[in-house]
């Protein structure tokens, strides 16, 4: 269970957060932004269904405004980072594209970092393949942690692979995993990807993340699809080394 839960009223996403960290991502350079810490899930919900924010609220304004660009319509409007027993974030990375490729994933246990994974080289691929590589991999792991009674939350900061397995696959299935324009590109996966999460649906809770806004978990997943780029590991293995979080993320980013 959270100690505490941070309502951001104002930010780079807005909602009820159980993170300090991923909060303080959401609401550091962003001119004006609103946000306090509760006690209670009750409390949090309360307050941030009041609207504009609370007596007490933190506010924010800096003279720099951060680059980053608010929550757009695409993305979850109320967005919890992470929100759920196990949070998995996924992204996927190519230099140039099409070219290297490689996938990475950061992995979260009630709201604190616990693995990191990277993997599936691919000296010829695409971001797109990337991408969608992470994703699977990331449903490969939430059936197991579903199947234990746990909440599984993924984040995803593509939206072709988040719409090829959720949405354009269904169409594709019904006309014989055909379209009318032509081949479906990374076919094999997006029909492997999408037998999992049509399975798994009414469980899971897959979103789309902002990319490159200071989120954490998103940020480090990208390091480690990069990592995957330079180390070339074929396979989709567990990062060993110490998860020091301000030292992964001096690493190179994609």
């Known amino acids: 269970m959270a100690s505490k839960f941070y309502v951001v009223w104002a930010g780079r996403e807005t909602g009820i957060f159980t993170s300090w960290p991923q909060t303080k991502a959401l609401v ?3 001119t004006g932004a609103r946000y306090k810490s509760f006690k209670t899930r009750a409390e949090a919900e309360a307050a941030f269904a009041g609207g504009k924010g609370q ?27 992470p929100d759920s027993d196990i949070d998995i974030y996924t992204d996927g990375g190519c230099e140039p594209n099409p070219g ?16 990191l994974w990277y993997g599936l080289y691919n000296p010829n691929g695409t971001n797109n393949t990337a991408e969608l590589n992470a994703l699977h991999q990331a449903l490969l792991m939430a059936k197991q942690y579903l199947e234990q ?3 599984v939350h993924i984040h995803s900061d593509s939206q072709y692979a988040i ?47 902002a990319a490159h806004v200071g989120i954490e978990g998103n940020e480090l997943a990208d390091r480690m699809s990069i990592y995957t780029i330079e180390s070339k590991e074929t396979s989709f293995s567990r990062y060993r080394q110490p998860l020091d979080v301000p030292a992964l993320l001096a690493m190179r980013a994609g």
């Not at 007596?55 to 979850?76: D, F, L, R």
């Not at 290297?100 to 693995?115: H, Q, T």
């Open 163 to 209: 719409k090829c397995i959720s949405l354009w696959a269904y169409g594709w299935k019904a006309n014989g995993w055909r379209r009318k324009t032509g081949e479906i590109a990374n076919l094999s996966v997006i029909q492997e990807a999408h037998q999992l999460y049509d399975s798994l649906k009414e469980l899971l809770k897959l979103s789309h993340v």
């Open 55 to 81: 007596p007490g609220a933190t506010t924010k304004s800096k003279a720099t405004v951060s680059k980053a660009k608010p929550a757009t319509q695409n993305q979850a409007t109320v967005s919890e980072y």
């Open 100 to 115: 290297e490729a490689g996938s990475g994933l950061a992995l979260y246990r009630n709201g604190e970092l616990a693995e």
């Open 28 to 30: 550091d350079g962003f």
């Open 149 to 151: 009674g746990l909440s």
